[in-house]
């Protein structure tokens, strides 16, 4: 099997696939903030939660990070898993190469 990339380098593919994913995540949210600000200003609470948590996310992931750094208060915990973006999931990044452990080759 042949490489996108053409060729091998588990670092810029991690970056590829997290880019993706933010862009995936921004996509989402940016389609959802007129419906919500619409709601939030004819008084739905949900909504401007909802809004807020949604503002959070974008203010990150305009920011070129993954949602999953926002700073979320505890008790809306909920509310930002209700959001279901892929970039809050947790990751494990593992790689057999050996690149980074201090130069061994």
């Known amino acids: 099997m042949t490489h996108v990339e053409g060729r ?3 670092i810029d593919d991690l970056d590829i696939i997290e880019t993706e994913l933010m862009l995936a995540d921004l996509e989402s949210l ?15 609470k949900e909504s401007a ?12 992931l305009n920011a070129g990070r993954p949602a999953r750094l926002a ?7 909920r ?3 209700m959001l279901q973006l892929l970039t809050t999931k947790p990751a494990l990044y ?4 050996r690149r ?3 130069g061994a080759r």
């Open 30 to 44: 940016e389609k959802r903030v007129s419906n919500l600000e619409k709601r939030a200003k004819g008084g739905d």
């Open 49 to 60: 939660t909802t809004l807020r948590l949604v503002n959070l996310a974008l203010a990150e």
């Open 100 to 102: 980074g452990l201090g």
């Open 71 to 77: 700073k979320v208060p505890a008790d809306d915990e």
């Open 8 to 10: 091998v380098d588990p």
């Open 79 to 81: 509310a930002w898993r």
């Open 94 to 97: 593992v790689s057999n190469g």
